[in-house]
Protein backbone atom coordinates (compact mmCIF):
# COMPACT_ATOMS: atom_id res chain seq x y z
CA UNK A 1 0.00 0.00 0.00
CA UNK A 2 1.34 3.76 -1.06
CA UNK A 3 2.46 6.12 1.88
CA UNK A 4 -0.44 8.13 1.05
CA UNK A 5 -3.19 5.69 1.80
CA UNK A 6 -0.98 4.87 5.61
CA UNK A 7 -0.22 8.55 6.40
CA UNK A 8 -2.55 11.52 5.90
CA UNK A 9 -1.28 14.95 7.31
CA UNK A 10 1.46 13.61 9.53
CA UNK A 11 -1.01 11.55 11.13
CA UNK A 12 -1.76 7.64 10.73
CA UNK A 13 -5.23 6.60 9.07
CA UNK A 14 -6.44 3.12 10.05
CA UNK A 15 -7.21 0.77 7.07
CA UNK A 16 -10.69 0.47 6.16
CA UNK A 17 -11.34 -2.74 3.85
CA UNK A 18 -15.22 -1.45 3.20
CA UNK A 19 -13.89 2.29 2.04
CA UNK A 20 -14.12 3.00 -1.55
CA UNK A 21 -10.48 3.23 -2.86
CA UNK A 22 -9.92 -0.35 -1.12
CA UNK A 23 -12.88 -2.35 -2.26
CA UNK A 24 -12.24 -0.59 -5.89
CA UNK A 25 -8.54 -1.36 -5.43
CA UNK A 26 -8.49 -2.54 -9.59
CA UNK A 27 -8.86 1.18 -10.29
CA UNK A 28 -5.08 2.24 -9.42
CA UNK A 29 -4.09 -1.13 -11.69
CA UNK A 30 -1.92 1.14 -13.78
CA UNK A 31 -0.95 3.81 -11.68
CA UNK A 32 2.32 3.90 -9.76
CA UNK A 33 1.17 2.81 -6.72
CA UNK A 34 0.04 -0.51 -8.16
CA UNK A 35 2.30 -1.39 -11.09
CA UNK A 36 3.48 -4.50 -12.34
CA UNK A 37 6.02 -5.25 -9.19
CA UNK A 38 3.08 -4.66 -6.56
CA UNK A 39 1.74 -7.05 -3.81
CA UNK A 40 -1.47 -7.80 -6.11
CA UNK A 41 0.67 -8.65 -8.66
CA UNK A 42 2.49 -11.18 -6.90
CA UNK A 43 -0.39 -12.66 -5.45
CA UNK A 44 -2.22 -13.19 -8.29
CA UNK A 45 0.70 -14.63 -10.24
CA UNK A 46 1.19 -17.25 -7.23
CA UNK A 47 -2.30 -18.51 -7.54
CA UNK A 48 -2.19 -18.82 -11.34
CA UNK A 49 0.51 -21.07 -10.77
CA UNK A 50 -0.97 -23.20 -8.52
CA UNK A 51 -4.32 -23.12 -10.21
CA UNK A 52 -1.88 -24.33 -13.36
CA UNK A 53 -0.63 -27.46 -11.29
CA UNK A 54 -3.58 -28.46 -10.50
CA UNK A 55 -4.41 -28.52 -14.04
CA UNK A 56 -2.06 -30.56 -14.91
CA UNK A 57 -2.58 -32.98 -12.06
CA UNK A 58 -5.74 -33.49 -14.02
CA UNK A 59 -4.54 -33.78 -17.32
CA UNK A 60 -2.34 -36.91 -15.85
CA UNK A 61 -5.03 -38.58 -14.57
CA UNK A 62 -6.93 -38.23 -18.01
CA UNK A 63 -4.15 -39.04 -19.81
CA UNK A 64 -3.76 -42.37 -17.68
CA UNK A 65 -7.14 -43.37 -18.10
CA UNK A 66 -7.29 -43.38 -21.70
CA UNK A 67 -3.94 -45.46 -21.55
CA UNK A 68 -5.24 -48.01 -19.83
CA UNK A 69 -8.55 -48.29 -21.54
CA UNK A 70 -6.83 -48.39 -25.21
CA UNK A 71 -4.21 -51.35 -23.17
CA UNK A 72 -7.88 -53.06 -21.85
CA UNK A 73 -9.41 -53.18 -25.73
CA UNK A 74 -6.29 -54.29 -27.02
CA UNK A 75 -6.04 -57.18 -25.39
CA UNK A 76 -9.59 -58.17 -24.84
CA UNK A 77 -9.75 -58.22 -28.81
CA UNK A 78 -6.78 -59.51 -29.61
CA UNK A 79 -8.31 -63.34 -29.06
CA UNK A 80 -11.82 -64.32 -28.99
CA UNK A 81 -11.27 -66.44 -26.20
CA UNK A 82 -10.37 -64.02 -23.60
CA UNK A 83 -13.75 -63.04 -21.30
CA UNK A 84 -15.79 -60.15 -22.24
CA UNK A 85 -15.19 -59.24 -18.67
CA UNK A 86 -11.92 -57.87 -18.82
CA UNK A 87 -14.12 -54.74 -21.03
CA UNK A 88 -16.31 -54.81 -17.69
CA UNK A 89 -12.68 -54.43 -15.50
CA UNK A 90 -11.91 -51.15 -18.26
CA UNK A 91 -15.33 -49.81 -16.84
CA UNK A 92 -14.38 -50.38 -13.04
CA UNK A 93 -11.09 -48.74 -13.85
CA UNK A 94 -12.41 -45.98 -15.48
CA UNK A 95 -14.72 -45.43 -12.40
CA UNK A 96 -12.23 -45.02 -10.34
CA UNK A 97 -9.67 -42.72 -12.12
CA UNK A 98 -13.59 -40.79 -12.46
CA UNK A 99 -13.38 -40.40 -8.83
CA UNK A 100 -9.80 -39.66 -8.09
CA UNK A 101 -10.03 -36.97 -11.26
CA UNK A 102 -13.45 -35.61 -9.55
CA UNK A 103 -11.83 -35.35 -6.17
CA UNK A 104 -8.77 -33.44 -7.87
CA UNK A 105 -11.32 -31.16 -9.73
CA UNK A 106 -12.44 -29.91 -6.15
CA UNK A 107 -9.02 -29.22 -5.46
CA UNK A 108 -8.21 -27.03 -8.53
CA UNK A 109 -11.58 -25.73 -8.26
CA UNK A 110 -10.14 -23.52 -4.81
CA UNK A 111 -7.41 -22.24 -6.77
CA UNK A 112 -9.31 -21.51 -10.03
CA UNK A 113 -11.80 -19.66 -7.99
CA UNK A 114 -9.44 -17.40 -6.38
CA UNK A 115 -7.92 -16.41 -9.46
CA UNK A 116 -11.51 -15.72 -11.11
CA UNK A 117 -12.39 -13.62 -8.25
CA UNK A 118 -9.23 -11.32 -8.94
CA UNK A 119 -9.90 -11.09 -12.62
CA UNK A 120 -13.44 -9.88 -11.79
CA UNK A 121 -13.06 -7.50 -9.25
CA UNK A 122 -9.33 -6.13 -9.64
CA UNK A 123 -7.82 -6.76 -13.37
CA UNK A 124 -11.32 -5.79 -15.01
CA UNK A 125 -12.20 -2.86 -12.96
CA UNK A 126 -8.76 -1.84 -13.56
CA UNK A 127 -9.18 -2.24 -17.67
CA UNK A 128 -12.04 -0.54 -17.57
CA UNK A 129 -12.66 2.06 -14.57
CA UNK A 130 -16.02 2.71 -15.76
CA UNK A 131 -17.66 -0.25 -14.77
CA UNK A 132 -17.82 -1.19 -11.37
CA UNK A 133 -16.29 -4.59 -9.21
CA UNK A 134 -18.43 -7.64 -9.84
CA UNK A 135 -18.74 -8.58 -5.91
CA UNK A 136 -18.24 -5.63 -3.35
CA UNK A 137 -17.37 -8.02 -0.63
CA UNK A 138 -14.66 -9.79 -2.75
CA UNK A 139 -11.95 -8.83 -0.23
CA UNK A 140 -13.08 -10.48 2.32
CA UNK A 141 -14.31 -13.33 0.56
CA UNK A 142 -10.59 -13.45 -0.58
CA UNK A 143 -9.08 -13.11 3.07
CA UNK A 144 -11.14 -15.58 4.57
CA UNK A 145 -10.09 -18.35 2.07
CA UNK A 146 -7.00 -17.70 3.01
CA UNK A 147 -7.32 -18.26 6.46
CA UNK A 148 -9.50 -21.08 5.75
CA UNK A 149 -9.79 -22.38 2.41
CA UNK A 150 -12.59 -24.43 1.53
CA UNK A 151 -13.99 -26.57 -1.16
CA UNK A 152 -16.32 -25.13 -3.23
CA UNK A 153 -18.14 -27.25 -5.41
CA UNK A 154 -19.97 -30.66 -4.57
CA UNK A 155 -18.42 -33.83 -4.88
CA UNK A 156 -21.75 -34.63 -7.77
CA UNK A 157 -20.72 -31.76 -9.97
CA UNK A 158 -17.27 -32.40 -9.89
CA UNK A 159 -18.30 -35.13 -11.36
CA UNK A 160 -20.76 -33.85 -13.64
CA UNK A 161 -17.71 -31.45 -15.22
CA UNK A 162 -15.17 -34.17 -15.94
CA UNK A 163 -18.28 -36.74 -17.63
CA UNK A 164 -19.17 -33.63 -19.45
CA UNK A 165 -15.50 -32.54 -20.55
CA UNK A 166 -14.19 -36.40 -21.41
CA UNK A 167 -15.38 -39.55 -19.10
CA UNK A 168 -18.99 -40.24 -20.90
CA UNK A 169 -17.34 -40.19 -24.27
CA UNK A 170 -14.64 -42.52 -22.59
CA UNK A 171 -17.16 -44.11 -21.21
CA UNK A 172 -19.89 -44.77 -24.30
CA UNK A 173 -16.57 -46.13 -26.20
CA UNK A 174 -16.02 -48.74 -23.57
CA UNK A 175 -19.31 -49.90 -23.56
CA UNK A 176 -19.99 -50.12 -26.91
CA UNK A 177 -16.74 -51.93 -27.20
CA UNK A 178 -18.59 -54.52 -24.25
CA UNK A 179 -21.76 -54.89 -26.62
CA UNK A 180 -19.71 -55.54 -29.74
CA UNK A 181 -17.79 -57.72 -27.63
CA UNK A 182 -20.57 -59.55 -26.55
CA UNK A 183 -22.97 -59.81 -29.71
CA UNK A 184 -20.28 -59.97 -32.53
CA UNK A 185 -17.42 -62.19 -30.53
CA UNK A 186 -19.47 -63.86 -28.31
CA UNK A 187 -18.87 -67.06 -29.97
CA UNK A 188 -21.09 -70.47 -29.45
CA UNK A 189 -23.04 -68.39 -27.79
CA UNK A 190 -25.76 -65.95 -28.19
CA UNK A 191 -26.78 -62.68 -26.27
CA UNK A 192 -27.76 -62.67 -23.40
CA UNK A 193 -26.11 -65.79 -22.47
CA UNK A 194 -22.97 -64.56 -23.95
CA UNK A 195 -23.02 -61.77 -21.51
CA UNK A 196 -23.01 -63.91 -18.47
CA UNK A 197 -20.21 -63.72 -16.19
CA UNK A 198 -20.24 -67.28 -13.85
CA UNK A 199 -23.25 -67.94 -12.15
CA UNK A 200 -24.82 -64.22 -12.92
CA UNK A 201 -26.65 -64.32 -15.97
CA UNK A 202 -26.04 -61.99 -19.12
CA UNK A 203 -29.55 -60.59 -18.80
CA UNK A 204 -28.56 -58.78 -15.02
CA UNK A 205 -25.07 -58.27 -16.21
CA UNK A 206 -26.41 -56.31 -19.51
CA UNK A 207 -28.75 -54.64 -16.65
CA UNK A 208 -26.16 -53.35 -14.57
CA UNK A 209 -24.11 -52.29 -17.25
CA UNK A 210 -26.86 -50.32 -18.95
CA UNK A 211 -27.89 -48.62 -14.93
CA UNK A 212 -24.37 -48.03 -14.66
CA UNK A 213 -24.34 -45.83 -17.70
CA UNK A 214 -27.65 -44.50 -17.52
CA UNK A 215 -26.80 -43.00 -14.34
CA UNK A 216 -23.83 -41.18 -15.47
CA UNK A 217 -25.73 -40.02 -17.95
CA UNK A 218 -28.31 -38.82 -15.55
CA UNK A 219 -25.36 -36.80 -13.62
CA UNK A 220 -23.81 -35.30 -16.51
CA UNK A 221 -27.13 -33.96 -18.66
CA UNK A 222 -29.54 -33.27 -15.40
CA UNK A 223 -30.24 -29.67 -14.54
CA UNK A 224 -28.37 -28.31 -12.09
CA UNK A 225 -27.30 -25.03 -10.45
CA UNK A 226 -23.21 -24.90 -10.79
CA UNK A 227 -21.43 -23.29 -7.79
CA UNK A 228 -17.56 -23.55 -9.95
CA UNK A 229 -17.03 -19.99 -11.29
CA UNK A 230 -15.03 -20.36 -14.46
CA UNK A 231 -16.88 -23.16 -16.24
CA UNK A 232 -16.97 -21.58 -20.01
CA UNK A 233 -20.86 -21.57 -20.36
CA UNK A 234 -21.88 -18.33 -23.11
CA UNK A 235 -20.15 -18.27 -25.91
CA UNK A 236 -20.06 -15.04 -28.55
CA UNK A 237 -18.51 -15.55 -31.78
CA UNK A 238 -16.55 -13.13 -32.76
CA UNK A 239 -17.12 -11.17 -29.91
CA UNK A 240 -13.57 -9.19 -30.40
CA UNK A 241 -14.09 -8.28 -34.33
CA UNK A 242 -13.62 -5.08 -35.29
CA UNK A 243 -17.11 -3.16 -35.93
Known amino acids: MSDESETRDGAAVPFDPSGERERRLGEGLFERDMGPSSSMAHLYRGEVHRMTRWRERLDRTTNWAVTVIAAILTWAFSDPTNP ?90 VNAAWVIRVTAFGGAADWPASAAIGMVPGVLVTAAVALVYLAGVVITLRPRQWHSRSELRTERIDDWEQP
Open 84 to 173: HYLVLVGLVTLGVFLGIEAHRYRGFDVWRSRVRLIQENVWAPGLDPSRDVTDRDWRRKLSDDYRQPTVKIPFEEALAHRLRRVYLALFTV
